[in-house]
């Protein structure tokens, strides 16, 4: 039922953002398909249409829809668990005869799966439509960038949601998480820039991922796969022993 | 199985800034209406909230339907019913979905209740809780804890925005459907007439101590008013009454019981009684709470009535 509740509560942002998402992917994969049709240098680098392909979908899916799927995780994660805290409904619900970490994992798991949906949305209208502009479907082997930005977003997903518990409010929690996403994304630069030293970052990770899967990149990150799958777990863990130990 | 509905020894729930719960020692019977009593601030939401489990004791221990706070939550959770101070419930679900998403978590809930208790209270089943009035929310909150087949029921002022006629209505339901099911009622509240008419038991609160714990009727039939007229009566302490009030040579007593051998004892040592009369729960309530502290060491009266009041 709390699953039910979760789905009630965001299903209006969840079907906006299941359209928006991929309308804003096939946007831009108009875009750069146009836009490379009459670039001499795109053709150098993509001199067939299978290089198209991997072109648009790292850039497309692997930038674009990667970005926008950390902001739509950090906005779902602000109307989740920590924000019973500040609408007072806290009381209500953590009487219901379930532990503590039911709500926890109930709440993550229906948050991460309305991103995963909304993510596959997304790969699959980008596939859709190069598949329409160019006339040409090179493999199915793109569909799986929906698995690294699946991640992403539940990583950044989860940590928005333990700032809500950490706030006890979901305007409070999407601040802290919004200051920690615009570090997390900017530190990894500045330190590569200034001091030529590589920090894991999740956006990093969805683009390299990405661009493993369509075939330009020659390494899986694999090191970064487990790191960041640890990392997407251990924000409900961490959110569970909070809410665990916190007088209502 | 525990013959006690609630149990706590020496509960003691402390904040940064204050003391809410103070070694309480609870018995609270199977099968009862227990009156909770107490002011603002008294201690009693806290106590609730310890029981529940969503607060965690400082000190002390205890039990609801048997099981130990704390460790087997989950099993209170599902043999206990409540409703909060607050009566704040999700603004934008309706009544109807309301039960939907309730009905799910508890095995013995029954939708005859509800359609029962609905009619009854006349609640609108299809408006938005946010836009309820708080009688109506207050409705809301009763049906689903009427209906979730517990078998113990904590009411945390549970007449909030009632109109009388409701208020009847669902004190007549506690009695009828509930108490005489076997069940247990918890009531918390300041609303001293309302517990009147039902409790079978009281607890009475104040500074997170419970200054007295009997039944209704063990209460109403010996505890008496002793007015007595004397020189240096206040220079006495009678380790079985509470001075109340002192006007000239006119003492007021709170007696517990053996008004009479008090009374008896106080013509003994030369005053005059002039009356020896019953008491309402409002008076003893009154009379108990209505010192600042209870228990500091000038108000040795009352200290002496918190030592010697409690029915065990």
């Known amino acids: ?197 590589d920090v894991p970052s999740v956006l990093g990770f969805m683009i390299g991922a990405s661009k493993w899967i369509v075939g330009i990149a020659r390494d899986f990150p694999l090191g970064s796969l487990v790191l960041w799958t640890a990392v997407a777990l251990v924000f409900p863990f961490a959110s569970q022993l909070l809410l665990q130990r916190a007088d209502v | 199985m525990s013959d006690m509905a609630i149990w706590t020894e020496k509960l003691v729930k402390t904040y940064p800034d204050v003391r809410a719960v103070d070694g309480l020692n609870l018995n609270v019977p199977r099968g009862v209406v227990y009156g909770f009593l107490g002011r603002n601030g008294a201690g009693k939401s806290s106590t609730i909230r310890i029981l529940l489990g969503l607060a965690r004791p400082t000190e002390g221990h205890g039990t609801v339907l048997g099981f130990p706070i704390g460790r087997e939550q989950v099993a209170i959770l599902e043999c206990t019913a409540y409703v909060s101070e607050s009566k ?75 109109d009388p006629v409701v208020l009847d209505e669902f004190l007549r339901i506690l009695v009828q459907d509930v108490v005489s099911d076997g069940k247990t009622v918890f009531i918390s509240s300041h609303q001293l007439s309302d517990v009147e008419q039902i409790a079978d038991w009281v607890g009475l609160i104040d500074h997170g101590r419970l200054l007295l714990e009997a039944r209704l009727d063990d209460i109403k039939s010996e505890f008496r008013w002793v007015t007595a007229a004397g ?51 409002r008076e003893i309530f009154l009379a108990l709470v209505r010192k600042e502290d209870p228990c500091t060491p000038g108000n040795v009266g009352a200290t002496v009535a918190v030592a010697s009041l409690s029915i065990s």
């Not at chain 1, 674009?64 to 619900?93: D, N, P, Q, R």
């Not at chain 1, 006890?168 to 030529?196: D, F, Q, T």
């Not at chain 2, 517990?256 to 009356?275: D, H, N, P, V, W």
Request: one cysteine or more; aromatic letters at 12%; a positive charge.
């Open chain 1, 1 to 197: 039922m709390y699953a039910w509740k979760c789905w009630r509560d965001g299903r209006g942002r969840v079907i906006i953002y299941l359209i928006a998402l991929p309308v804003i992917c096939v946007f831009f994969t108009y875009i750069n398909i146009g836009f490379n049709k009459n670039q001499a240098l795109a053709r150098t680098f993509a001199p067939d249409v299978a290089h198209a392909w991997a072109n648009n979908c790292a850039f497309v899916l692997g930038s674009c829809a990667s970005l926008f799927t950390l902001i739509w995780a950090l906005f779902l994660g602000a109307s989740s668990l920590g924000e019973e805290f500040k609408e007072k409904t806290a009381e209500f619900l953590l009487v219901r005869p379930r532990p503590r970490s039911y709500w926890v994992w109930m709440g993550w798991s229906v948050g991460v799966g309305e991103i995963s949906v909304t993510v596959f949305a997304a790969v699959a209208a980008t596939f859709g439509a190069l598949a329409c502009f160019t006339g040409h479907v090179p493999s199915w082997r793109p569909l799986a960038i929906a698995l690294p930005l699946a991640l992403g977003g539940a990583v950044i997903y989860g940590m928005t949601c333990f700032m809500t518990i950490v706030a006890r409010s979901g305007r409070e929690g999407l601040s802290y998480g919004l200051g920690i996403l615009v570090i997390h994304l900017v530190l990894p630069i500045a330190v590569s820039y200034y001091w030529k030293v």
């Open chain 2, 231 to 281: 020189d240096d009566l206040t220079q006495t302490s009678f380790p079985q009454a509470m001075l109340v009030a002192s006007e000239g040579n006119f003492h007021k007593y709170l007696v517990k019981s053996g008004a009479e051998a008090f009374a008896a004892q106080l013509s003994r040592q030369g005053a005059t009684i002039a009356e020896i009369s019953p008491m309402s729960l």
């Open chain 2, 88 to 162: 704040t419930l999700y603004g934008n679900l309706t009544p109807r979905e309301l039960v939907r998403f309730t009905r799910g978590f508890y095995p013995r809930w029954s939708d005859q209740a509800v359609r029962k208790y609905s009619q009854l209270l006349e609640i609108p089943m299809d408006r938005h809780f946010s836009k309820l009035s708080q009688g109506n929310r207050t409705k809301v909150c009763l049906l689903l804890a009427l209906s979730q087949g517990a078998d113990l029921l904590i009411l945390d002022e549970p007449a909030t925005g009632l």
